[in-house]
Nanobody, 126 residues
Framework: VQLQASGGGLVQAGGSLKLSCEAS????????MGWFRQAPGKEREFVAHISWAIRTTYYADSVKGRFTISRDNAKKMVYLQMDSLKPEDTAVYYC????????????????????WGQGTEVTVSS
């Protein structure tokens, strides 16, 4: 699986952005998908996860109620709708694929994921 993230940019606090992640590979629909982010000087952290078919979603507490993860298996796309953005959301955002299709406690950790996209930068100005 190869992943290509896009949609980042500069936005004012309170604004919205929608990130996209395009996947290649025949087995995409059977993968759990996650979004992570990494701010300057910080470790990469979990943002959201969506399971392969049931589309159960999980979010980090810091983004719950503001971000929405979704997927379109037919188009091999995963999205992250980000609303009510805050300056602390500034980071490089990465999509990742997990060959295990369902969420588990370890889905919070980068080591869970088998494939990573190149990242797209999001900057939120105050």
């Amino acid at each position: 699986v190869q992943l290509q993230a896009s949609g980042g940019g500069l936005v004012q606090a309170g604004g919205s952005l929608k990130l996209s992640c395009e996947a290649s590979g025949r087995t995409f629909s059977s993968y759990g998908m996650g979004w992570f982010r990494q701010a300057p000087g910080k470790e990469r952290e979990f943002v959201a996860h969506i399971s392969w078919a049931i589309r159960t979603t999980y979010y980090a507490d810091s983004v719950k109620g503001r971000f929405t993860i979704s997927r379109d298996n037919a188009k091999k796309m995963v999205y992250l709708q980000m609303d009510s953005l805050k300056p602390e959301d500034t980071a490089v955002y990465y999509c990742a694929a997990d060959s295990r299709p369902y969420y588990s406690g370890s889905s919070y950790y980068t080591s869970r994921y088998d494939y990573w996209g190149q990242g797209t930068e999001v900057t939120v100005s105050s």
